[in-house]
Structure formats: C-alpha cells, structure tokens
C-alpha cells in the first residue's frame, strides 16, 4: 500500500452500529426546554413530530445502536464511501504534511444527508407513517429525504424557500424525479402559509417559515410525520458512519490523525466525520485536533453565545442551549447555503464549551481559492460548505511546511459541488464579497434572546 | 456475497493494460482515406495533430496495451468504478433477470471521458506538448479535457458551441475551474470563427464548426495539439478499462451476462464496456448479445448506410467507412447531447456490419420514463444518454418476465445526469417531443455524402 490513494472498504467491512457520544461526554449537555414553561422536554412532547425510534435515539444513553438490515441494504448503493490520500494536493503545497479526505459525495443526492434522510424514513415507515414533511433552502436536504421516502415507498411533501425555489430549480426537479411534491414557501397549502401571502403574494420565504409550514402538515396528521436534517442528537447520530469508516480506513494504512477538520452549520457533517475521533480522544487512544470550521459572515461558535435558543426564526421550537448568533439573525446570502444557521447543535455546543475541540472561521473568499486549488489537484469539484474545510486543510498543510511538521489531516469532504458552479463563477469572476461578523451585528441579533 | 448491493474492486486489482479489439476481429475494419486523394492515410498525415503514441495506438496491432503509472494514478482518483447489482430496480419490474450496472458517474466530471482525457493529457505532456485544444457541445468532453491537463500541468483551450456556451454556462464553469480557456464557437481568434461572425455576429455555431477551429489552433501551433473524445481507435482503447473491470467484478460475483447493454453516440462509452466482452464471445468463453442503443431521432447504425463519410460538417477530416446519417445531417435537439453525431465509430460500424453486436433505437420520452424508473428504485439520477441504455435494459427485463427467462444483464451506466436536471424538467412537464428518423430525412441526408 505504499502508493495507494484512495483506501476502499468492502461491503462487508461497513461499520454496523452508528456510535452515540453523549454516554462518553465528561459532562451531559443541558436539556432542551419547553418553549412555554421552560421545563425540561421529554418524549411525549415530541410524538407528534417524529418516530417513535428516532425519539428513543435522541436520548438514549446506549453507547451504540444497531442499524437495522434494511437500512444498511440502501446504504450500500453508496457506502462504505471512500477514503483518499490527497497526494497531488500535498505536492502543489509543497507541504510534508499528509492530507486525507473522506469524500461523501458518491451518495446519489452527492452529499452525506442521505445517511440521515434513510435512517428516518425506515423507522417512520416501520412504524406504519406513510408521509414525511421537511423543509429545505437550496434543496440538499429536501432531495436527500425526496430519495430515502422513494426508498421506502412512502411520500414526502418538502416546503422548499420560495427564493429558492425560483431560483434554483434543479434541486427541485431532483425531488420530483424522486417522486416528492415540492411547495415554495410560504404555500397556500397551509394556514400559516396563506396569511403571509395575504399580506404578501411575492413573499420571498425563510428557512424558519419552512419549518414552521412543514411541521404544521406533521401535527395536523396522525400518518405523517417531520423530519430534520441536522442539529438534533438523533441526526448526528446517524451520520457517525462516516467517521467509523475513515478510522477503519486509516487503520488500513497504519495512520492517526492529528488533525480532524470539518465544516459545521447545524453539526451534523462535522459530528459525523469527528464524533469517533472525539470518542478515541476521549479515551486516550489518539488525541487529534478537531476543528469545526464556520463562515466568517455566519460564526455561531467562534462569535456566538452559548445560551438557550430557538431553533426556528418564529420561536415555536423547543429551547436549546447552543452557540446562537440569536434566532432572528439573518445571515448574509454567501453560497454556502448548508452553513447558514443561526445557532449549532447543542453537542458540539457542548463539546467547544469543553474545550474538546476547536473552531475557526473563514470567509468565503478563502474558501472558493482553497476549492479551486483543490479541484485542480484532485479533481473533485467541492461544494462551498466543505470548502470551509478545504481552506481550513490548506491552511495547516502551509503551517506544517512553515514548521516541518510532518502532521497527518483528515478532512471531512462532505459533498459535490456540481449543483453549485453558479457560486463559482461569481468567484471566478471576482463578484464574491463577504460581510465579517461585528460585534454590532451580535448585539442586535441577541436584543431577541429570551433570558433564561 | 449472497446479498452483495455493490462488487467493489481494490485500488490492486485495477487492470493495468488497455484492450485493443482489432487483431482479433474476424477481418480488420476498411482504413481511413485521405479526404483528397482517397487514398488510405498513415500516421504522418496526423502528426500535426495528435501525439506519436496516441497514433501508433490508433493503428496498432498489438491486443494489450500498458497503462503507464501517470495514468493509472490519476485513474485512482475514481477507479475501479463501482458495479452494482440492481435489486431493488429487479423488485420495482418484478423481474426474474439479474440486472448489474457498472457507474461511470463517480469520476470528477461525472462520466466515462476523464478514461481517454487523462491518457491523452500524459502522452502528450510527456512529448513535450504544452498545449491541448478541443471542441465541445454541451461541455462533458470539454470538461473531462480540462480537469485531465489540470493534472499535469499543461494548457486547455476549448471551443464551446456558441449555443451551448450562452445557454449552459455551468459546464464552462468546470472548465475554468480546472484552468481552461473557454471560447463560444465561432470565436473571434481564428480565421475561420471571424469570417463567420463577421456574416452573423450572433452565430448559434455547431460542433463541426467548433472541430474546424480547434483542429487549425493545434495545426498552427508546434507545441499544440488536438484532442478528440470519441469515435476514433485509441480513444475507444482507452475506455475498454470500463469493460476489463466489469468482467472481474462479476466473476467475483460468479455471474456471466447473457446480454450487455450501452449507449452509443460515437461510440467510445460503447466500446469501452462492450469489447472486452466482444472478446470472450469471439473467443467463446461466453455469448452474450452485444446491444448498442441509439436515439430514435439519431439512429446512425440502425437507419444510417455504412459507407466511407467525413467525421466533420464541413467535410475536412479523413473519411471513413462508418454508418452514417451523412455529414451534413443535423440531429434533433434532443437532451443527449453526447449521442448526436452523425456517425459511428469505424470500429463498432464494423461489428455491426459483421453481425457481432445488434442496435436498437429508442424515443427520448420512453428513455427519461425509464431513468425516473430507475432513479427512484435505485437512487441514481442517470444521464441522458445512458438512460438510453435504461430504457433498453428495462425491456428486456420485461421481456424476460415474460418469457420467465433468468437472463443476466449488463448494463453501462456512463454518467450521472447533476448537470441534466433541466431535461428531467421537461420530461416530468411532459414538454418533450421525439422526431423519428424517416426514410425521407435519410434520402435528404445521403445526397451531400461522396460516392467512394
């Protein structure tokens, strides 16, 4: 193996337990509240909204949980996805240090939200759901459910960003190849819906009037049920899959990480790729870096405050204690759209509060050279929210050549970028601005915070 | 391996030699012929054009050829590809035949092309050439040229259909991307492209205009050369790496295709999955059927003649003995681009004429029907052009319920459809029309065509 680059894994060497890292924590991360009383929630409150399994997993205390059979049957039209040494990388760096990336864009939507998207489809359809709702901004998310429901042969009805929605119309036509009904957001389908376009036949839509319309069509419903595609525990659990691979893979080649690097909006890329790395590290059988790397114009972990929050912009969600930049903040309209969130899920919260990983923040800028520099080494067009990652890799892989470390880096690839060249042309072109985050900004945007 | 979904191969067990088919056809295909003189033409009539390895590929009468290790590295950025067993698509037909299909999609460009690309970026690099031009349509060639010099390190010029270059700007993007130069064709920087915008400045061009331009770039040049992206010998050499990997992953799955389907527009992602097969048939080690689909409305070896024809509009190439709709011929605007070529590869013209391989060919309407079929059974949104090949697949399932017949087939699925998705718009719109070829359109056809 002395000149491999990319390190396989058979079929029959998929991890087949997702791994939960709450039972491993130092400490538990604080509980999620009700939104009216401020107690503690518990899983009643959240029946009306999701799987009873997918409840039990969101708190569960269980270090691993099988994945049933007829999830790992459609895991494997894409996994277990590869490992690659970025050796072409490394030599246009001119740097001694190792760069490996775990590439999740060999999934059929060409990003890792398919590992959730089908987890919580089979659990809903064995439950005997028959519908899912789910909200989606430029469409990754909703086209990842739109496959995992096509999977199972239950529907999926996905409130899409209207803006999105006339102006990006290929991940929409993705749903419906998969059989999804899509709805700009606000729609006249529901209540909520309809009184904003009362008042407004054009209105644009959020992600949290998304949410808002698609839970709604959940709770109205005994046989339909929401579902989510970051942040919740749950989620992340599912996506621990990836880094149970990339340690197996890195076994193969007789390596440890020494850094782990990924980009976080709701976490559930980065607590997929680190949560296992976490777990050695914990445990004292390695102990890399992990760094999580965020927009500079949208920085909940390294600007934001940890304290409880919406989850949505109108205030309906549970309140969890996270890094929040405040849940009526706006975040600038940069291309990577999976990064635009106003707070971050509440375990990686916890585990920066801990001091058990890191993060920086990058601007966007940055991260399209670092892609493009990328691509031209290794071929793969990234999308701009691994982008982050990228120009989080190349910036270690250039302090290593500073210093002569000789570190190995795990960089998290979490998708493709081949429904994103519009955002790269604006960079080719040299139309990008970024907007860095004041703490004028974090002042206004935490005037909307309830104190707790 | 009773319920493999996917037959991976390692990184070791990546075949290591090209396979020419020619030497061990039953007779050799008829030479080409100088477009003067008629006379048979050599290698020195294409120095000017191509690298001295690539043209001793082009006439060799070796069976294997060596992979150099420059190639077969970068190769390792997506090969081995996957294959796949299709048992939810057997389920969703209720089929009795096995239906495997072997994924071009996860290359960096997302088809088949980067197999003949990247082997025509190193020989000519190796020969000291510092520069590649190519013609593109909708831009899938142009891009898998492109991302091929990236790495190593030499200069990319294109030239873009204008039409396609105004109305698809993401392929041009990938091309800048990877570093290339990109020109709407006719372009104003050769001789040729100024004539024709100076009689019609908003020219829409036309892929035998493009070759024109991008074939005197490289003639003009010492240190230039041309590169072309189907149809010829070594091209379609280079793709039999496609087929060389299929053979092995099913025989570790102990499986024999009785029929092997592909697409087939020049010829090259045809040749590449089928001759290695066509081999074992003539050998008798197996007799599969060899299927070529083609599009109802460019049925070149169903409805064309197989006479001696130019590969270009305007009549500039060598001629040769191909089916063929005639040079002049302008396909229907159909959604696979890569199938619309009035021609055929010399090679597969001749295993037609032979009674090697059988073609069929099918409307535009039934091929997307198929491949929203096979999307969501099994999750992959395929390219226009091998939904063809779907299309095809999926009768003959359905025939073999029928029948009861436990057939095994091989299907080859070239490309993903990420930058398609606005013809799967269409087709769910139900704006899609098919114009079949006629006996009239091929009398029209025929008459410009020279009588050799």
């Known amino acids: 193996m002395s000149d491999y680059y990319k390190v396989s894994l058979d079929e029959a060497e998929m991890p087949t337990q997702w791994y939960n890292l709450i039972p491993d924590l130092p400490t538990p991360p604080p509980p999620p509240l009700h939104p009216g009383t401020h107690e503690p929630i518990g899983g009643p409150d959240l029946a009306p909204l999701f799987a009873m399994a997918l409840i039990e997993q969101e708190v569960s205390t269980e270090s691993y949980i099988d994945i049933p059979g007829g999830i790992l049957d459609v895991y494997r039209l894409w996994r277990p996805s590869p490992l690659y040494r970025a050796r072409r990388l490394e ?9 490996f ?11 890792h939200k398919p590992n959730t998207s089908v987890a919580q489809a ?12 789910t909200e989606t901004g430029a469409g990754q998310w909703g086209s990842s459910l739109a496959f995992a429901t096509a999977q199972y042969g239950i529907e999926c009805e996905v409130w899409q960003v209207a803006a999105s929605y006339r102006s990006k119309p290929y991940r929409k036509t993705m749903m419906e ?14 209540e909520f819906g309809r009184q904003l376009l009362a008042k407004d036949p054009g209105h644009p839509g959020s992600l949290g009037i998304a949410i808002s319309e698609a839970v709604s069509m959940a709770v109205d419903d005994p046989n339909t049920r929401y579902s989510l595609g970051s942040v919740l525990n749950h989620v992340l659990l599912h996506q621990t899959i990836i880094g149970e691979e990339a340690l197996l893979q890195l076994d193969k080649v007789g390596e440890t990480p020494d850094v782990v690097i990924a980009c976080t909006g709701g976490g559930s890329n980065f607590g997929g790729l680190s949560f296992p790395f976490v777990r050695e590290k ?12 965020e927009p500079a114009s949208c920085p909940s972990l390294t600007k934001g405050q940890y304290r409880y929050d919406f989850g949505d912009t109108a205030g309906m969600t549970p309140l969890v204690k996270m890094h929040t930049l405040g849940h009526q903040f706006i975040p600038d309209a940069i291309h990577a759209g999976g990064l635009r969130y106003h707070g971050m899920s509440p375990i990686v919260s916890h585990l920066y509060e801990e001091g058990i990983m890191e993060a920086e923040a990058i601007t966007q800028v940055e991260c399209f050279g670092a892609a493009v520099q990328f691509a031209r080494a290794e071929g793969i067009v990234a999308a701009p929210e691994p982008a982050h990652a990228v120009a989080a890799t190349v910036r270690e892989a250039l302090a290593c050549k500073e210093s002569g470390d000789e570190k190995t880096i795990l960089l ?41």
């Open 91 to 99: 030599r246009a760096l001119g740097t001694p240090a190792k760069i």
């Open 101 to 111: 990336y775990k590439y999740e864009g060999v999934s059929p939507t060409g990003s």
């Open 122 to 133: 089979y659990y809903n359809h064995q439950e005997g759901i028959t519908k899912l709702t």
């Open 177 to 190: 190849i998969w059989g999804a009904s899509v709805h700009p957001s606000p729609s006249d389908v529901t």
């Open 282 to 293: 914990l445990a004292g059988r390695m102990d890399p870096v992990i760094r999580g790397v």
């Open 412 to 452: 998290g690839l979490s998708g493709h970028g081949h429904l994103d060249l519009a955002s790269y042309d604006d960079y080719l072109l040299g139309g990008l601005v970024d907007h860095e985050f004041s703490d004028a900004d974090l002042s206004a945007a935490m005037a909307h915070v309830p104190i707790i």
